[in-house]
């Protein structure tokens, strides 16, 4: 019989080359958070027989490649009403709705407090403790996409390297003229180099 010691030496051992085997050389995980702070100015609904949402899109080029493990949507968007505004993110043929006409709180006003990513920002994290609906203006911190929404997990295990984009939508037509902007598109990414 081997001495205690000799077993967990054993253990140990077994252990670490499994998890050499799993890992692949050189392989590190980074979190990095990649930023668009140019302002783009979403529309207002077009009214009438032709109704079309008011679009605004914010590209954000990311040229760092790595496999994704988590990753993290930080908007700032300033509108007098959010409950008029629909946000969905793509990349390549995926996308998830991010939010559906949310507004709370005393005022309806803005997603983010700051601009050109300085200042507060709403993050849509599918781990945080509180889903969007249940948040007040401007959704200070972070929280959980639209309700029924896909997670933001169905990214993990993709590449970052790409031009993500962040479609905001306007589905109320005027009057009142309530247009808005676009300030920061942020995507913060957990992911595996090499």
Not at 113 to 125: E, K, L, N, S
Not at 153 to 168: E, H, P, S, T
């Amino acid at each position: 019989m081997r001495p205690r010691s000799s077993a967990l030496a054993l253990v140990a051992v077994a252990a670490l080359a499994t998890a050499a085997l799993a890992a692949p050389a050189g392989a590190k995980t980074k979190t990095k958070t990649f930023s668009n702070p140019t302002a783009i100015p979403v529309p207002d609904a077009t009214p009438g027989p032709n109704f079309q949402p008011g679009a605004a899109f914010s590209d954000l080029p990311v040229n760092k490649k790595g496999t994704i493990k988590d990753i993290d949507v930080g908007v700032q968007v300033t509108h007098p009403n959010t409950g008029d505004l629909d946000l969905y993110l793509f990349k390549g043929d995926k996308y998830i709705p991010l939010a559906f006409g949310v507004e709370g709180g005393a005022s309806s006003a803005n997603l983010g407090g700051g601009t050109a990513c300085t200042g507060g920002i709403t993050v849509f994290d599918s781990a945080a403790p509180l889903g969007i609906f249940y948040g007040n203006n401007p959704f200070a911190g972070s929280f959980k996409p639209a309700l029924n929404a896909l997670p933001l997990g169905v990214y993990n295990d993709d590449q970052l390297k790409g031009v993500w984009r962040l479609l905001v939508l306007d589905y109320v037509a005027p009057p009142p003229v309530e247009t808005g902007t676009i300030n920061c598109f942020q995507l913060t990414a957990r992911f595996k180099t090499g």
